[in-house]
């Protein structure tokens, strides 16, 4: 029964795509994409969940990093990278940039990448080390597998350039609804994670349609969705959600490259979850929403290319003393008391604690249609909202989760609420203080900004 659902949804999706498609291509376009599976060889300590105590048990499904690169009549181009993977860290976004810029002539503002933030991916941030008690194995593993991702992203760029061709490009979207804001009200002025239907969500699903102008075929499908890849938490690699959807877009498309762009969707979970028939379901439910995009009137899109990127001082807030340091580092909470000893550590080595993080935020427009908002970190759902109003472009795409994910980055409303993504999380990534509260106004003011130079 479930392979005879799954064809007839294939056939569902096939029927859909070869529907209502105009080959017309919008001037001057040329677009070229490459894919390479990623998942970890040797099988390494897996990403996501702090109660994980080993490392990965198998396969379930490759994980994969795409790469699409397009050029204006102009011959400015840009390059998209995304990946199935929890984090990218800065260190690798920072290589990766200047190895494109110097192989193939892409300059860091016009490189974004973006990952899923499967919590079944591999671990490759180096501090998290410090949670296991074979800290140098782990310590070696994640040097190797970043240094393995940096030649990886920069070779699929070069080889989605070499594979470059005649397209249009076009805007579509639809809309998707397994994502639920996941901050419910406890009732004790505090917050559970658990589905929460009344709060904000986004639930769009924006479609960059990448045809060839000659053969009639889709040669890139970008889409996003504003959901956390949480579906499942077992001890295998797995894509989640967006690697399903990926799959099920590819099948219906022969010869396509689907790419998945996360949006902000710090706050919100997929639901139901913990099992791998969710996962799949939620995988053909955003599929098919992109399917649904596809049949939609689309906005044909012009050059030029546009972008800029800066890495603004997220400040923090009020740093701890030493006293206070002290007395955490005798706390009964664990988490708590091994940050408090390390960062007396730094204080101990004569480094003084950070008073702001290198946040990146970058802003990519297509002509005067289409505005690419990526932020860095696990941005909540209100900058998306609040972005779309404020940007008065025809077309504004919000994403997190880009360039670095270092991360929550809380509204002003959850900063006062608090919670785990109002500050409680940054505790794991050894991180002095929560942002300093006006975290919001800094990095919408940094997009205005960013975006003003544009015209």
Known sequence: MKTRIAALFLLTLAGLSSSGQDPAASPGWKAGASSAVITPEPLMWMAGYASRKEPAEGVETDLFAKALVLEDAEGGRIALVTADLVSVPRSVRLATAEAVQKAHGIPPERLLINVSHTHCGPEMRIWR??????????????????SFLEKTFTRLVGEALANRVGASTRYVHSKCGFAMNRRRPDGKGGFSNAPNPDGPVDHRVPVLQVRSTTGDRNLAIVFGYACHCTTLGHQKFNGDYAGYAQTEIERAHPGATALFVNGCSGDQNPYPRREVAYAEAHGRSLALAVETALQTPPRELAGPIRAAM??????????????????RAKSADKLDATLAKHLLGELDAGRALPVDYPYPVQVIRLGNELTLVALGGEVVVDYSLRLQREIRDPVVWVAGYSNDVMTYIPSRRIWEEGGYEGGDAMKWNLFPARWHPEVEEVVVRAVHELRATLD
């Open 129 to 146: 080390a410090w949670h296991s008690d074979d800290v140098e194995k782990r310590e070696r593993e994640a040097e190797a597998y970043c």
């Open 310 to 327: 800066r890495e603004i001082p997220l400040k923090f807030d009020t740093l701890p003393t030493r006293d206070e340091l002290e007395v």
